[in-house]
């Protein structure tokens, strides 16, 4: 694997996410200093640039990635990501986030992994964009699981919710994951990663859940340190 610190792959992402930045206020008739100070129009057009800068699987998961180690991580964090069969890390030159990308799997069990406080954790992603409905998810968790034989060894599924609710709104999440803790204990798995839910409330908080084996909440406030912000920050870059 190839690991980068927090600072540094940041700076790979926001090079090109500012670049992208730049043609959405053009084509919006905006300038940088029109988003300062106006949360509304600044992730409005941050959403645009998140939109068209994840097009493909390995996109989204550096994505991810990354906004999991900015939400979640403290700043000595390290990310890393598997490289591609037949590729000398000694003769590695990366100068943007292209570069990166062609160097590594995407086809692995590990998407991404994140170290700090001398702890390595690997993360196998999916999203869920379906109802926000308990058994959907449930169902959704287990036949994933299915997938690798109901063992994902070291490995924690992380779970993006990117689903709707019965109204077809992003709401309030009212999903049960007192039950859903509960039925995957009962499945008997004899992995020892964790399994956890990913979403975002409102767009006010960062939330995840730990729902296998134990059942956990861990949250941040969207405008403590979220991508908009940060992006915006970075200008510079």
Do not use: W
């Amino acid at each position: 694997m190839i690991g980068f610190d927090k600072k540094y792959f940041s700076g790979l992402f926001y090079e090109s996410a500012i670049k992208l930045l730049g043609e959405q206020l053009e084509n919006n008739g905006l300038v940088l200093s029109d988003l300062q100070g106006n949360k509304k129009l600044m992730n409005e057009i941050t959403d645009k640039v998140v939109a068209i800068g994840i097009k493909k699987k390995e996109d989204i998961e550096i994505f991810v990635a990354l906004d999991f180690i900015i939400t979640f991580c403290p700043e000595n964090s390290q990310l890393f990501f598997t490289l591609k069969n037949g590729v000398d890390h000694k003769k590695i030159s990366i100068n943007n986030i292209n570069d990166f990308k062609n160097i590594v799997e995407e086809k692995t069990i590990t998407d991404f992994a994140t170290f700090f406080n001398r702890e390595f954790r690997q993360f196998q992603l999916k999203q869920y964009r379906n109802e926000l409905e308990t058994n959907k998810i449930l169902q959704f968790i287990t036949d994933n699981l299915k997938k690798y034989g109901d063992d994902l060894g070291e490995v924690n599924l992380l779970v993006l919710l990117q689903g709707k609710n019965k109204s077809g709104n992003f709401q309030k999440c009212e999903i049960d994951f007192y039950r859903i803790n509960n039925e995957l204990n009962n499945k008997n798995y004899n992995f020892s990663g964790q399994i956890l839910i990913s979403y975002n409330e409102q767009n006010k908080k960062h939330i995840i859940n730990q729902v296998y084996p134990s059942l956990t909440t861990s949250q941040r406030d969207v405008s403590d340190d979220d991508l908009a912000d940060s992006i915006i920050d970075n200008k510079s870059i």
